[in-house]
């Protein structure tokens, strides 16, 4: 049992890193919904997703998902992304949620079926290998609040609405919410949001520990992007394979009892002895310098 899970456990190798990646690219896939920016300069390191679907409000409709699983499975192996911002190019919006619209015109199997690729697609998100960050620049309600709370971290503008308010349209939160808002919140908080639908703002949010942090929007309304952008410039320095097995262990560690958790913390640890970084680290503290981490 211990070597499954030790197995499981174990970070993948790297893999060749994806080409054209830069946001230069990107520019001939502007009709594309989801669109992907990896920053170059000090900001190397950090890929953006970009979710551009303006007439929708970023609603999650069967293109914007499919983009966005096409997205996530080529990033994941990718191992020079060492942080993952989620954004919006839709001023306003962070994501409006299920594209009723589109639902209304499929039969009920085919309701069932798309709420189980949203739920894969939330726990993509929630099982990517390193840090990820949502910035929550407007509306995040319904499947929207679902994406971001399976980031591991959560911006938003104060002035930000959000919520879990499937109850209000006839439906319960199908794509993670009812799971991972209690874990995030506790159940009885958890619970008195989704039986009242109730709206939060980004202040409201960051009191209850919703969010990480809160900011004033801008005029240009990018705030919480600019606030997600500077936290995952405060990740880019730590050693990358220390940082996901960090990852690594309080996901998995969580969902057990303490002695397990301990268990996995153990195996997550070993892994990192034999890397390249860990012996960086010692010698930069001994030798009063920065460390210049590689991610091996």
Avoid: W
């Avoid at 012996?279 to 590689?294: D, T």
């Amino acid at each position: 049992m211990l070597r499954a899970l030790t197995s499981a456990l174990r970070l993948p190798r790297p893999r060749r890193p994806l080409e054209a990646r830069g946001c230069a690219a990107n520019l001939a896939a502007a009709n594309r919904e989801i669109q992907v920016c990896a920053l170059a300069g000090p900001d190397q390191g950090i890929t953006e997703i970009l979710m551009n679907r303006p007439s929708a409000r970023n609603a999650l409709g069967n293109v914007f998902v499919s983009e966005l699983l096409e997205a996530l499975a080529q990033l994941r192996e990718d191992r020079q992304v060492r942080v993952l911002i989620f954004r919006s190019g839709v001023k306003g919006v962070f994501c409006a949620g299920a594209d009723l619209k589109e639902r209304e015109q499929m039969s009920e199997a085919e309701v069932g079926v798309f709420v189980q690729r949203l739920r894969g697609l939330m726990n993509e998100i929630a099982a990517f290998p390193a840090p990820t960050i949502a910035a929550m620049d407007g509306f995040a309600l319904g499947g929207g609040l679902e994406l971001a709370l399976a980031c591991d971290l959560r911006v938003a503008a104060s002035s930000a609405v959000m919520g879990l308010i499937e109850t209000t349209r006839g439906l319960l939160p199908g794509a993670g919410g009812t799971q991972r808002l209690p874990r995030c919140l506790g159940v009885a908080l958890a619970k008195e949001l989704i039986f009242t639908g109730r709206r939060l703002s980004g202040a409201q949010a960051q009191a209850l520990g919703l969010v990480n942090h809160a900011v004033a929007q801008n005029e240009e309304g990018n705030a919480a992007y600019h606030r997600a952008r500077a936290l995952a410039q405060e990740i880019l320095p730590q050693a990358p394979t220390a940082v996901r097995l960090g990852k690594v262990a309080i996901d998995r560690g969580t969902e057990v009892d303490i002695a397990s958790g301990m268990a996995i913390e153990g195996i997550c640890y070993a892994q990192n002895i034999p890397t390249r970084d860990r012996l960086e680290g010692m010698a930069a503290f001994r030798e009063k310098r920065p460390p210049r981490f590689v991610g091996e």
